[in-house]
C-alpha cells in the first residue's frame, strides 16, 4: 500500500493550491483521512481531517481557508487550499488510519512542498 501525494509548489501570498493523495492497493476499515505538515525544527502538526461520514476538523490557523474533502471510495483525499499565507510553508503529508482487531494503524504518504512567498 501507498499513499501518493502531489499538488504542491511555490505560490504567491493570497494564492490557492489543491493537494491531493491517492492510495494504491486497499486499506480497510479507515476511520481518518487527514493532511499534517512540518516546517525545521518544528513537531509535524494536524492540519485538517475527516471522519465519518462528513465531519472534519481543522486547525484553528487555517479554518476558513482550507478544505479537506476525500471520495466516497476512501481512495483519495484532497486540501484546497486558499488565501495561503507565507506560514502557510511547510511539506505537508497526508495520513489514513484505520482500525484493526483493536490496533489502530497509520499511512503516510512522502511528502509534497509548499511553499508561499512572493
Known amino acids: 500500500v501507498q499513499l501518493q501525494a502531489s499538488g504542491g509548489g511555490l505560490v504567491q501570498p493570497g494564492g490557492s493550491l489543491r493537494l491531493s493523495c491517492t492510495i494504491s492497493?486497499?486499506?480497510?476499515?479507515?476511520?481518518?483521512m487527514a493532511w499534517y505538515r512540518q516546517t525545521p525544527g518544528k513537531q509535524r502538526e494536524l492540519v485538517a481531517l475527516t471522519s465519518g461520514v462528513d465531519s472534519t476538523t481543522y486547525v484553528d490557523s487555517v479554518k476558513g481557508r482550507f478544505t479537506i474533502s476525500r471520495d466516497n471510495a476512501f481512495k483519495t483525499v484532497n486540501l484546497q487550499m486558499n488565501s495561503l499565507k507565507p506560514e502557510d510553508t511547510a511539506i505537508y503529508y497526508c495520513n489514513v488510519r484505520n482500525v484493526l482487531m483493536g490496533k489502530q494503524f497509520d499511512y503516510w504518504g512522502q511528502g509534497t512542498q509548499v511553499t508561499v512567498s512572493s
Open positions: 492497493g486497499f486499506i480497510s476499515n479507515i476511520n481518518v
